[in-house]
């Protein structure tokens, strides 16, 4: 298996500027220049703000546990056990899926756990 520290990674992806792994245990671990907060949008200060070492999306995410993850140029993307989408980042052009045109977390689509 493949480790970060000590998690087991079971998906990881990367953009040209921020990276993102989902763990065994369903966490997700972000790093990488956090411009409309594609890392953490709960630490988002601006689009110059880099996040060089990995850091857990439990607070953001919740109890969702996640079994796959994709990073956007400027989104991110992540897959729950349930099949729920979530997504966060740039919403510009509705790339997200939410319907509105502005930088957020919000899930998209499937059921809660």
């Known amino acids: 298996s493949t480790r970060l520290g000590r998690h087991t990674i079971l998906s990881i992806s990367a953009s040209v500027h921020h990276a993102a792994v989902s763990t065994a245990t369903g966490t997700v671990l972000s ?3 956090n411009a409309y907060g594609v890392v953490d949008p709960l630490e988002y200060t601006d689009d110059t ?39 966060w980042g740039n919403d510009g052009g509705g790339r ?18």
């Not at 919740?62 to 349930?82: D, I, K, L, P, Y």
């Open 49 to 87: 703000q880099v996040i060089a070492k990995p850091r857990s999306l439990a607070e953001c995410l919740g109890s969702a546990r996640v079994v796959s993850v994709s990073c956007g140029s400027e989104h991110t993307a992540a897959v729950r056990a349930n099949g729920m989408v979530m997504t």
């Open 96 to 113: 997200l899926g939410h319907r509105r045109s502005q930088d957020q977390i919000q899930s998209k689509g499937g059921t809660e756990d």
């Open 31 to 33: 790093c990488g220049t």
